[in-house]
């Protein structure tokens, strides 16, 4: 792959916003302003998890955010922790200047460096290893995993803390019956998906299969003290206008990438929701809600 960042704000293997195979066709730098738009949508739920880490990682000097996209979750990490230097890491250029004009905004600017490259490898070329390390859905576009948590530890410094968000559960927008269509439309298009993503991760370069299990994978690793917690962002009906613009995008996208693997009677139900002129709409409805809950694994590495 060309670029190991994700797109901020989606599950972790959803077509909801970039989608994981994708990667090598798109304009990063048209993308730039919807990704961090909808990175600032899921603030809160970044929010509690950094506060959850701050409960363990004290006074960190190095803080890296490997997969940054366009710098939100660096942006939170140096108001979060106001004495730490952030290095945002991504494989894309145009992502990185909106994260370093970010912190400029933040008036962490003195404090905030980029690094462009492909992970795990351009982790080498940090100047001192990391007291955290943050990773929000770019390591399960590395073919081995394990190596790559593995590469990942060897740039913390002893009593450093890696921490990954991976899992969670399936976003939803709608109720189960939206009145038109069979009831059930997300499930299934969460079931496509499922299949898709393991596509995805069999296709790529010296993919590894594995037990999904990360506080494992992170012990395996050389970590201890792992720990989990998942954080929900909960956006109840009715949603403000760019929390619908997030939805509206998000099922634009899932019928743009997954039509052909769906029903013909899905198919037209997504056609439907993201037509503007259709008063059933996702534009329109006033049931439309963002409910998503995102997992962060974290360890740390032996003194």
């Not at 968000?165 to 399936?170: D, I, K, Q």
């Not at 790529?204 to 506080?215: F, H, N, R, Y």
């Not at 009715?238 to 009677?265: H, I, Q, W």
Request: net charge negative.
């Amino acid at each position: 792959m060309a670029h190991h960042h994700h797109a901020p704000g989606h599950d972790e293997h959803r077509s909801d916003n970039v989608h994981a195979h994708d990667h090598e066709h798109l304009d990063w730098a048209e993308l730039a302003p919807l990704l961090e738009s909808q990175a600032e949508l899921f603030t809160p739920l970044y929010e509690h998890a950094l506060a959850w880490l701050a409960k363990e990682v004290t006074d960190p000097g190095l803080i890296v955010d490997a997969g940054s996209g366009p710098g939100v979750i660096s942006g939170l990490f140096a108001e979060t922790f106001p004495g730490a230097r952030i290095v945002a890491v991504d494989g894309s250029e145009p992502l990185l200047e909106r994260a370093r004009s970010r912190a400029e905004r933040l008036g962490a600017g003195d404090r905030f460096a980029t690094l462009t490259g492909d992970m795990p490898g351009v982790l080498a070329e940090l100047d001192y290893p990391a007291d955290l390390l943050w990773a929000s859905r770019s390591i399960h576009h590395l073919g081995d995993q394990g190596a790559a948590l593995a590469a990942c530890v060897e740039r913390l410094a002893p009593g450093g803390t890696l921490a990954v968000m991976e899992g969670g559960l399936p976003s939803r927008f709608l109720p189960r019956d939206i009145g038109f269509g069979r009831p059930g439309l997300q499930a299934r298009i969460d079931a496509v998906e499922e299949d898709r993503f393991s596509r995805m991760r069999e296709e790529l370069p010296g993919s590894v299969a594995q037990v999904e299990d990360w506080p494992a994978l992170l012990t395996a690793a050389g970590l201890h003290h792992t720990r989990s917690r998942t954080f929900l962002l909960d956006l109840p009906a009715p949603v403000p206008d760019r929390a619908r613009a997030y939805v509206v995008e998000s099922l634009t996208r899932t019928r743009d990438l997954l039509g052909e693997y769906l029903e013909a009677d899905d198919r037209a139900t997504l056609d439907r929701l993201v037509d503007p002129d259709d008063p059933a709409s996702v534009h329109h409805r006033r049931d439309v809600f963002v409910l998503a809950a995102h997992t962060v694994h974290s360890g740390v590495r032996p003194v």
